[in-house]
C-alpha cells in the first residue's frame, strides 16, 4: 500500500517587502525572503496544488492573496504523509500574521505561514 498523502507545503520567495490585505483577516506587512505555507488536501492534492501555481483566481484562501502579489512567487512544492498541523509544527519560521490559514485548524498552530529569513 502507498502512503497517503495528507499535505504540501509551498515554499515562497517574496523578492520584495509588500503589504498585504489577507481577506478579512487584516493588513499585514511581509519582508521579502522565504515563506512556507503548510495546508492540506486528502482527496485533491494536486488539483488545489495546480491551483496554487495559478496566478489568475477568485481569491478564497489566505494564501491566495499572498500568492496574488506580483513578487511572489512559488519556488517549491512537497507532499508529505504527516498531517497538515504536526508538519506545521515541524517547520521553524517566524508567525507574521497570526491566524493564516489556520481559521480550521484545530491545534492552535497560530499560522499556518511561516517567514524563514530572507534567503
Ligand atoms: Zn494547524
Request: hydrophobic fraction near 30%; aromatic fraction near 10%.
Amino acid at each position: 500500500m502507498f502512503p497517503r498523502l495528507q499535505s504540501y507545503q509551498l515554499f515562497i520567495k517574496l523578492s520584495r517587502d509588500s503589504e498585504v490585505q489577507i481577506g478579512k483577516l487584516g493588513l499585514f506587512r511581509f519582508p521579502r525572503g522565504g515563506y512556507i505555507y503548510t495546508g492540506s488536501a486528502k482527496a485533491h492534492m494536486e488539483k488545489r496544488i495546480e491551483r496554487h501555481l495559478s496566478k489568475h483566481k477568485k481569491p478564497r484562501w489566505h494564501i491566495d492573496y499572498l500568492l496574488e502579489v506580483k513578487d511572489a512567487r512559488i519556488t517549491q512544492v512537497a507532499r508529505s504523509e504527516i498531517s497538515e498541523c504536526k508538519l506545521n509544527k515541524k517547520t521553524s519560521g517566524e508567525t507574521l500574521a497570526n491566524g493564516f490559514g489556520s481559521s480550521d485548524c484545530l491545534n492552535k498552530c497560530g499560522s499556518h505561514l511561516k517567514f524563514t529569513g530572507d534567503t
